[in-house]
């Protein structure tokens, strides 16, 4: 990337998960400006630590653009913001948003070019603060395949580029995204903005053992009894 063209940043949240941390963070690392790596227990994940105690933060700490941080017993929502926060601190133009059983495939020119265009408009808008300061949510395609159904794998596009993500945030549910200045643009009632090339995100839960597995679905289950008033509000 060139920095004083655009400037990118990666944000995750993980816990526990060095192996997939490993090959996510290799996909993305010579792609992005910054990886912000929020560390810590969510909150409802049954576990007796609060913190990584595999090798994560030493997988985090060996490449030189990553940044750790620890924020445990956060729930998603809000270990999700911190990233955003600090991108907003960091006046970052984008945001990409991976999880730690992902990884990415990038073509780096047409990734980069695409980035430039809406930079290049954002900034072209006869100073126009509406246009260049609006915050605009990207999707990207992604091929999943879960654990709960490994023959099965899923083609979709999910929001996961922000352009000016210090303006955006996550509210009442994990992936329902709202504009901080304007709450009634919300992300998850309305299709992203367009769909960004260059890059696709694969998900599987390969890496990962059974133990964590077991875990991660009894949070899952949780996370979604806890979120089921706001879900229904939201999405219907």
């Given at each position: 990337?060139?920095?004083?063209?655009?400037?990118?940043?990666?944000?995750?949240?993980?816990?526990?998960?060095?192996?997939?941390?490993?090959?996510?963070?290799?996909?993305?690392?010579?792609?992005?400006?910054?990886?912000?790596?929020?560390?810590?227990?969510?909150?409802?994940?049954?576990d007796?630590?609060d913190?990584?105690?595999?090798?994560?933060?030493?997988?985090?700490?060996?490449?030189?653009?990553?940044?750790?941080?620890?924020?445990?017993?956060?729930t998603?929502?809000?270990?999700?913001?911190?990233?955003?926060?600090?991108?907003?601190?960091?006046?970052?133009?984008?945001?990409?948003?991976?999880?730690?059983?992902?990884?990415?495939?990038?073509?780096?020119k047409?990734?980069?070019?695409?980035?430039?265009?809406?930079?290049?408009?954002?900034?072209?808008?006869?100073?126009?603060?509406?246009?260049?300061?609006?915050p605009?949510v990207?999707?990207?395609?992604?091929?999943?395949?879960?654990?709960?159904?490994?023959?099965?794998i899923?083609?979709?596009?999910?929001?996961?580029?922000f352009y000016?993500?210090?303006?955006l945030?996550?509210?009442?549910?994990?992936?329902?995204?709202?504009?901080?200045?304007?709450p009634?643009?919300?992300?998850?009632?309305?299709?992203?903005?367009?769909?960004?090339?260059?890059?696709?995100?694969?998900?599987?839960?390969?890496?990962?053992?059974?133990?964590?597995?077991?875990?991660?679905?009894?949070?899952?289950?949780?996370?979604?009894?806890?979120?089921?008033?706001?879900?229904?509000?939201?999405?219907?």
């Amino acid at each position: 990337m060139d920095n004083k063209i655009v400037t990118v940043a990666a944000g995750i949240v993980f816990f526990d998960d060095e192996k997939g941390l490993q090959r996510c963070l290799r996909s993305i690392q010579s792609y992005v400006d910054l990886i912000i790596a929020i560390d810590g227990k969510f909150k409802y994940f049954e576990d007796d630590h609060d913190f990584s105690i595999d090798n994560s933060r030493k997988v985090v700490e060996s490449f030189p653009n990553a940044n750790y941080y620890c924020y445990p017993n956060l729930t998603e929502i809000d270990k999700r913001n911190k990233y955003l926060e600090i991108a907003g601190i960091k006046d970052i133009d984008f945001l990409l948003v991976i999880d730690s059983d992902e990884y990415a495939a990038i073509d780096t020119k047409e990734f980069s070019e695409n980035l430039s265009k809406i930079k290049e408009y954002k900034k072209s808008s006869n100073g126009d603060s509406k246009i260049e300061d609006t915050p605009e949510v990207y999707g990207i395609k992604i091929f999943e395949k879960h654990f709960e159904k490994p023959s099965y794998i899923r083609e979709r596009y999910i929001e996961r580029i922000f352009y000016k993500p210090g303006k955006l945030r996550y509210q009442f549910i994990h992936c329902n995204m709202v504009d901080v200045d304007n709450p009634s643009r919300n992300f998850t009632t309305r299709k992203f903005t367009s769909e960004i090339n260059g890059i696709t995100l694969y998900n599987d839960d390969d890496l990962r053992s059974n133990h964590y597995l077991q875990r991660s679905m009894l949070y899952q289950r949780n996370l979604l009894e806890n979120e089921m008033d706001a879900r229904t509000r939201i999405l219907t």
